[in-house]
Structure formats: C-alpha cells, structure tokens
C-alpha cells in the first residue's frame, strides 16, 4: 500500500439516515436517504440511487438466480445534505455546544 504516515481518513460529516442529493456524476439531482455509510472508503449507499444490476448463479437460498438491481456505493463527495426546512442542500457543520459536538446546518444554523 503506498499510504503516507500521515493519511488519516477524512471524517464524513454525513451519518447514516440523513437525506441528501446527489450533486454529481449519472444521478444528478437526485434525493434519498442514507442507508450505509463506509467511512474507511468515504463511500455511502444512498435509497433508490446509483443502482447497478448484479449476476447472480443458482444457489440454494436463491433457487433462481438471475440478474438482481440493487444500490451501489457513491463517494461521499458527490452528495450533499439535504435540510427539509429550507427545502435545498446545505453543507454540515460541527459546533461546539458546552461538552459535545453538534452538527449545525452552515446557512441557518439549526441543529441537525
């Protein structure tokens, strides 16, 4: 592996459950909701979004096998959160309220 001593991964500021939209690549525009999150990879899996179809062989839990469509990971760079109140993505950010750290939306300052 040609990792540097000092490659720490960056810390994704989305958790699974959130909803965002996808702001690049073929689902552009696109909104769901987290059901995954890989933060070694920074990839999410994202509802209804990014699907790609998968061959599967016969085995005895699936009898059939065939071609089966299900999400595929999206790095977390080409989504954005989504605030519900405003109705438009905004970028997350972390503030420090008495011990713990918060995540707060960065255009009204409400807790997320």
Same mark, same amino acid.
Request: glycine share 8%; proline share 4%; aromatic share 2%.
């Given at each position: 592996?040609?990792?540097? *001593?000092?490659?720490?991964?960056?810390?994704?500021?989305?958790?699974?459950?959130?909803?965002?939209?996808?702001?690049? @690549?073929?689902?552009?525009?696109?909104? @769901?909701?987290?059901?995954?999150?890989?933060?070694?990879?920074?990839?999410?899996? *994202?509802?209804?979004?990014?699907?790609?179809?998968?061959?599967?062989?016969?085995?005895?839990?699936?009898?059939?096998? @065939?071609?089966?469509?299900?999400?595929?990971? *999206?790095?977390?760079?080409?989504?954005?959160?989504?605030?519900?109140?405003?109705?438009?993505?905004?970028?997350?950010?972390?503030?420090?309220?008495?011990?713990?750290?918060?995540?707060?939306?960065?255009?009204?300052?409400?807790?997320?």
């Amino acid at each position: 592996m040609n990792k540097k *001593i000092n490659d720490k991964p960056r810390r994704m500021r989305i958790k699974k459950g959130d909803t965002v939209v996808v702001i690049s @690549g073929q689902d552009k525009g696109k909104k @769901g909701r987290v059901l995954k999150a890989f933060p070694k990879t920074q990839k999410l899996i *994202i509802e209804k979004v990014n699907f790609i179809k998968k061959h599967s062989r016969p085995t005895q839990q699936n009898q059939k096998g @065939g071609i089966i469509e299900k999400e595929a990971p *999206i790095h977390v760079s080409n989504v954005q959160l989504f605030n519900e109140k405003l109705g438009e993505k905004t970028k997350p950010v972390m503030k420090k309220v008495g011990d713990s750290r918060v995540r707060v939306c960065k255009k009204t300052g409400d807790e997320i």
